[in-house]
């Protein structure tokens, strides 16, 4: 079921053709112009870069995190061990 949602969600994509999108980049240029789509596309590759960045430093956090857990909880466990006076 999981495999139909995910064809019909992107059935829209299976119908542009090359005309389309070749109409699609003219207006595009059109209502951008030829110095403004650089421009355009830098800002969205920036942005992309930005954030891959963040996910891959949550990745990095969490992964440390998980590594991090298991030691502090070895080291509590010999602390809590010690006789009360």
């Given at each position: 079921?999981?495999?139909?949602?995910?064809?019909s969600?992107?059935?829209?994509l299976?119908?542009?053709?090359g005309?389309?999108l070749?109409?699609i980049?003219?207006?595009?240029?059109?209502?951008?112009?030829?110095?403004?789509?650089p421009?355009l596309?830098?800002?969205?590759?920036?942005?992309?870069?930005?954030?891959?960045?963040?996910?891959?430093?949550?990745?990095?956090?969490?992964?440390?995190?998980?590594?991090?857990?298991p030691?502090?909880a070895?080291?509590?466990?010999?602390?809590?061990?010690?006789?009360?006076?």
């Open positions: 079921m999981t495999a139909v949602f995910a064809k969600t992107f059935l829209f299976s119908d542009v053709g005309s389309e070749l109409l980049a003219i207006v595009v240029l059109l209502l951008f112009g030829g110095k403004k789509i421009e596309m830098r800002g969205l590759g920036k942005g992309i870069r930005e954030f891959n960045d963040a996910k891959n430093n949550v990745r990095q956090e969490i992964e440390e995190g998980m590594k991090d857990k030691a502090t070895t080291q509590s466990s010999t602390t809590d061990t010690t006789p009360n006076a």
